[in-house]
């Protein structure tokens, strides 16, 4: 089972990045995908996450209406495209695959994990 995350850079403030979560080993539209993230000395928190088959989508309220998650399950991917950047949301970024249908905000219900992707946005 793997999660590869990739997509993360340096960017300044205002800007974009896509993030990319590539899965294999496990029946992919099965899960729904959640992206978390932690910043230095900072919990990991729930930033996005999609249901099974794309249909539903949830965010947190300090990303709602800059980020966008999406998911192709023909190429077993998941991305999450970060608009209007902001310093704070500075932090590496991890997918995770839960077997529940709809993407929980709980990551202790999440099953699998990959290695993260580093953001930095400056000010």
């Known amino acids: 089972v793997q999660l590869q995350a990739s997509g993360g850079g340096l960017v300044q403030a205002g800007g974009s990045l896509r993030l990319s979560c590539a899965a294999s080993?496990?029946?992919?539209?099965?899960?729904?995908i959640g992206w978390f993230r932690q910043a230095p000395d900072k919990e990991r928190e729930f930033v996005a996450g999609?249901?099974?088959?794309?249909?539903?989508?949830n965010y947190a309220d300090s990303v709602k209406g800059r980020f966008t998650i999406s998911r192709d399950n023909a190429k077993n991917a998941v991305y999450l495209q970060m608009d209007n950047l902001k310093p704070e949301d500075t932090a590496i970024y991890y997918c995770?695959?839960?077997?529940?249908?709809?993407?929980?905000?709980?990551?202790?219900?999440?099953?699998?994990w990959g290695q993260g992707t580093l953001v930095t946005v400056s000010s």
């Open positions: 080993g496990f029946t992919f539209d099965d899960y729904s």
């Open positions: 999609i249901s099974w088959n794309g249909g539903s989508t």
């Open positions: 995770a695959a839960n077997i529940k249908a709809f993407a929980s905000r709980d990551s202790s219900t999440y099953r699998y």
